[in-house]
């Protein structure tokens, strides 16, 4: 509490409550853990989500493909850049995006592929990188419940073009309200997310693009960044937690399978 205390101090004495120097350290650590070069803080999970589609030049007479079992938000952020979701079936030993239904669900309109990580694992990246190398579909990954999560090495967040991170307060790094992040090592769709998320602003006084107000605060970025030096610990204390309640219900039907590679 102390350390969450003294950040809300710093952000009050500072009077930097829209973007601003908080916003701007914790993005440069929070694209540094993910292993991206670039980081832009946003209002919510399904804001970055949103506006990475529309940096993204995702619009209306195209089609993304999205896993039948996510929470809403994946769908709305299609529905809200003018595309249409097009679901596919899971796997059922994991509960996350099947390659080869979202190969069946490939059509000329296709663009992009939402690959939705859940439960602490990471979707079989390895296959649906094939996939958008046969069809040049653009990967975007819906990291929302994947803070830290890895794929063979690399952490959700730089497996794709782009990635949507939410920090609302039930997630593994939450903050204290609403809150989100799109994390890419594309530069121009990192200045375009910028200027979408700021009324369209490039520098003050100039508006170029037709953009919204989906800005991070100061006040939720200095509490993540007290927070995210703890993620790993306590992911880790998460899957101690996870392997006991394994042990206790492995007579049970039902369990979702736990992947070496994630």
């Known amino acids: 509490m102390g350390e969450l205390k003294a950040a809300f101090e710093r952000v009050v004495r500072a009077s930097s409550f ?16 993910c292993g991206t070069s670039a980081c ?32 809403i938000a994946t769908a709305l952020s299609v529905l809200h850049c003018g595309a249409t979701p097009v ?3 899971v796997e059922a030993d994991t509960g996350l995006i099947d390659p ?6 490939v059509s000329t ?28 579909l653009l990967i975007l990954e819906d990291a929302a419940q994947a803070h830290g999560a890895t794929y063979r090495g690399r952490r959700a967040g730089s ?16 903050a204290l309200g609403d809150a ?27 508006h170029v693009i037709a953009g919204y107000n989906e800005r991070l605060d100061g006040l939720q970025a200095a509490l993540l960044r007290v927070k995210l030096p703890h993620l790993d610990g306590w992911n880790a ?20 399978e736990v992947r070496p590679e994630s």
């Open 40 to 71: 832009v803080g946003v209002s919510s999970g399904t804001s970055a989500l949103t506006l990475a589609l529309i940096a993204a030049r995702i619009g209306p007479g195209e089609e993304v493909i999205v896993p039948a079992h996510t929470y």
């Open 109 to 136: 309109r296709t663009a992009a592929v939402i690959p939705v990580h859940l439960y602490g694992q990471v979707c079989d990246m390895d296959a649906l990188d094939r996939l958008a190398d046969r069809h040049g």
């Open 237 to 256: 204390r998460r899957r101690e937690l996870g392997a006991v309640y394994r042990e206790l219900l492995a007579d049970e039907i039902g369990l979702l």
């Open 87 to 89: 679901f596919c079936d």
């Open 18 to 33: 829209i973007l601003g120097e908080e916003v701007e350290r914790f993005e440069e650590e929070f694209a540094a853990y």
């Open 159 to 174: 497996l794709g073009a782009a990635a949507g991170f939410s920090f609302y307060p039930s997630k593994n790094l939450g």
């Open 180 to 206: 989100g992040a799109i994390c890419t090592n594309n530069r121009e769709l990192a200045e375009r997310a910028r200027q979408l998320r700021h009324l369209g602003q490039r520098t003050k006084g100039q």
């Open 100 to 105: 080869e239904a979202a190969a069946a669900a």
